[in-house]
């Protein structure tokens, strides 16, 4: 897969490095990488994977 044209951002709520930065795949899908290693492959989801992620996050399912 070829991720040189994907635009990976990182979250405002990001002040301390080392967060997971989110880039949107040309074909649908997102990529997600490690801020502090970019070089390092990324974590590949489809679109329906991110948004149950998503939807997840927003009703505080991984809080702890």
Known sequence: MNLEDVQFKTSSFCTLGGCVQVGQLAGGGVAVRDSKNPAQQ????TTAEWTAFVAGVRAGEFGG
Do not use: A, E, I, R
């Open 42 to 45: 990324p974590l590949v989801f």
